[in-house]
């Protein structure tokens, strides 16, 4: 006998089979994804590895692709006026909690148009993941392992070691400077500094005279832009940011107005691919203190001051020293936040500044040492050293001959035993 099946049975059936394609398709689509998706990470991963054993390859990236980066990308991100990162950082956050409550979701939805749905979603939050894994690998994971400023222009000196009598000198140079400046620099009633003049673009020329001497710091900068959530920020101790996943330099416009300039110079150094924060912490201060424009002069010297206390205090356990005092403005004006700023903080703040303070400084110390920074957050202070070798045959001549070390060293041993 033939028998026809019911007209109703073949409908379904097409329907099933349309199904079944569009099931079909997905999974063909997806195995060739799934695929591509994962050749690509493991790429990103070798990419990483090579970075991680070989120096000359960072350098090259440094040198020859990492600034299309900027060239490019960063001029595209410069149109928006407000910081890119941020919002991404956002969305970031946004688009995480809903890839692990949809995950979650998967488990219950086994079937239909909602399976559909959060498998898209889940796929586009994987490619989102590799995209972010990919431009953090060539904007930043790479530049961790590349020569340092002093290896690529101050080699010879890079070797050398210093001592307190250097320092000294150093630490004299820099406060006499200050005190010279403070007295030059507009106050408001409250005796706080106040600049008229355009601070986004003095960042960049100063930035681009400095590229005159070091060809790495030549050519576009995009402007800076202020942080939407500074008062945040300023709850983090964070004075700027430089976000690899936007190629832009982010500051915090909370904090007290000298802060400024060596920030923006400090980011944008970040930029050339100085990811090293004492390398940005030097060029920042070189940047400022080679301005025409003497409130940026004063925030460049200031900008190392309390790491050069810090280690002259030290030195100074051992022996007396000719000290040259700072004067009271100097110490006045050395701070993150005025005192009205840090009440509005503290006004609106959501989470206790302590709370964010430490939660901030375990992700950059993390940061850091994953990076292969096995000082951490102590990095920032090696910014001293890079000042004694910058002022090597300036202020002193510590010369292959020299021997003054040598002399000091036992003068310290004696006066510590
Ligand atoms: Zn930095």
């Known amino acids: 006998m033939f028998s026809r099946p019911p007209k109703g049975i073949v409908i379904n059936r097409k329907k099933q089979e349309n199904r079944n394609r569009g099931f079909k398709d997905l999974r063909i689509g997806g195995s060739h994804e799934k695929k591509i998706w994962a050749a690509l990470l493991l790429l990103t991963a070798a990419v990483n590895v090579t970075a991680w054993n070989s120096q000359a390859f960072c350098d090259w990236h440094v040198k020859h692709l990492f600034p299309l980066s900027v060239n490019a990308y960063g001029r595209l991100m410069s149109v928006f006026p407000f910081s890119v990162g941020e919002v991404l950082i956002v969305l970031a956050v946004v688009f995480t909690a809903a890839a692990i409550l949809l995950g ?11 399976k559909l749905l959060i498998s898209a979603f889940l796929r586009a939050y994987a490619w989102g993941f590799l995209a972010v894994f990919m431009i953090m690998t060539y904007n930043c994971f790479i530049l961790y392992h590349a020569s340092e400023f002093d290896e690529t222009y101050m080699a010879q000196k890079a070797q050398r070691t210093y001592t307190d009598r250097e320092l000294i000198l150093v630490r004299n140079h820099i406060v006499s400077q200050l005190n010279e400046l403070t007295r030059q620099l507009e106050r408001d009633g409250d005796g706080f500094l106040v600049y008229e003049g355009d601070m986004k673009g003095e960042a960049i020329a100063a930035m681009q005279r400095l590229g005159g001497e070091y060809e790495l710091l030549s050519g576009y900068y995009p402007q800076a832009k202020g942080i939407t959530a500074s008062d945040f920020l300023s709850q983090q101790y964070m004075m700027g940011y430089y976000f690899p996943f936007s ?28 990811i090293y924060e004492d390398d940005a912490n030097f060029i920042g201060f070189l940047a400022c203190i080679n301005s025409d424009d003497p409130f940026y002069r004063y925030s460049g010297y200031l900008s190392v001051l309390s790491y050069v206390e810090k280690e002259y205090k030290s030195a100074s356990g051992k022996q007396a020293f000719d000290c040259l005092s700072i004067a009271e403005s100097v110490y006045g004006d050395d701070i993150f936040l005025t005192k009205e700023a840090w009440e509005k903080v503290e006004e609106n703040a959501v989470v206790e500044t302590a709370v964010v303070k430490a939660a901030s400084n375990q992700f950059t110390e993390t940061t850091l040492v994953v990076n292969g920074v096995s000082d951490g957050m102590k990095s920032y202070g090696r910014v001293v050293q890079l000042l004694l070798e910058y002022y090597d045959g300036i202020l002193y001549d510590c010369g292959p001959g020299y021997n003054g070390g040598a002399v000091l060293a036992e003068a310290s041993a004696i006066s510590s035993s």
């Open 104 to 114: 979650l979701a998967r488990i219950f939805v086994r079937k239909g148009r909602g």
């Open 247 to 274: 190629m832009e330099a982010n500051y915090n416009t909370s904090m007290y107005i000298v802060n400024v300039p060596a920030t923006l110079c400090h980011e944008l150094a970040h930029l050339k691919g100085f």
